[in-house]
C-alpha cells in the first residue's frame, strides 16, 4: 500500500509544482485528510465499497467547494480508481516530498521539564547549521524521561535522558550476569 500511496503523491506533487500550487495543495490535501481522520461517517462513506463511484463523487463535489481544481482532480481520481483508503499515506508521502522540497527537517525535542523558548530555539538553530536545512521545531514534556532531553532529528533519535541511560546500565547489568 505503500508504494501506491508513494506513485500517487508524487505525480500529485509533480503536477502542484509545475503549476507552482504546491502549497495551496498541501494545504487542501491536509484539511481533507484531517477532516477524513476526524470524522467516521465521512471515511465509511468514502472508503465504503456500498456506496457507487457516482455517489462517491456527488459528495465529494459537495464538501470540496472552494478547492483548487487540481486537489479536485486528484480525488476524483482516487475515487474511479478505488484508491481513496489509500489517501493518509498519500498524504503522509506527499508531506516528505513536501519537506524534502523545502530543505524542512523535522525536529523533536522532549524533556521532562518545559523548557524555555530561547532554549529550544537554540537547540534548533544549531542543528539548522550543522545540517543546512530548515527546522521544523516542536517541543513536547515527558516527565517519565526523568531527566536530560531526546532529540529526534527526522528519523534519527539521540537520547541523552536519565531514563535512556538507566535503561542502557540495566542492560549491561543483566548482560554481565
Not at 483508503?85 to 524534502?100: D, G, K, T, Y
Request: charged share 25%.
Amino acid at each position: 500500500m505503500q508504494e501506491i500511496a508513494s506513485v500517487y503523491a508524487r505525480a500529485l506533487f509533480q503536477a502542484a509544482r509545475e503549476g507552482e500550487r504546491l502549497d495551496v495543495v498541501r494545504e487542501q490535501l491536509g484539511q481533507f485528510a484531517d477532516a477524513l481522520a476526524g470524522s467516521d461517517d465521512l471515511r465509511l462513506f468514502f472508503f465504503s465499497p456500498y456506496f457507487s463511484t457516482a455517489e462517491k463523487r456527488d459528495g465529494l463535489e459537495r464538501t470540496l467547494s472552494g478547492a483548487d481544481v487540481l486537489i479536485s482532480n486528484f480525488l476524483e481520481l482516487l475515487i474511479d480508481s478505488h484508491r481513496m483508503p489509500v489517501l493518509p499515506a498519500i498524504q503522509a508521502s506527499f508531506e516528505e516530498l513536501w519537506e524534502r522540497e523545502n530543505r524542512l527537517l523535522p525536529v523533536e525535542v522532549t524533556s521532562a521539564i518545559e523548557l524555555g523558548n530561547t532554549t529550544v530555539s537554540a537547540i534548533g538553530k544549531r542543528i539548522s547549521e550543522q545540517t543546512g536545512q530548515t527546522v521544523a521545531l516542536t517541543s513536547t514534556v515527558d516527565p517519565n524521561i526523568i531527566g536530560g532531553i531526546v532529540l529526534r532529528v527526522g528519523n534519527s533519535i539521540l537520547d541523552a535522558s536519565i531514563r535512556g541511560r538507566l535503561e542502557q546500565l540495566r542492560k549491561e547489568v543483566v548482560g554481565a550476569a
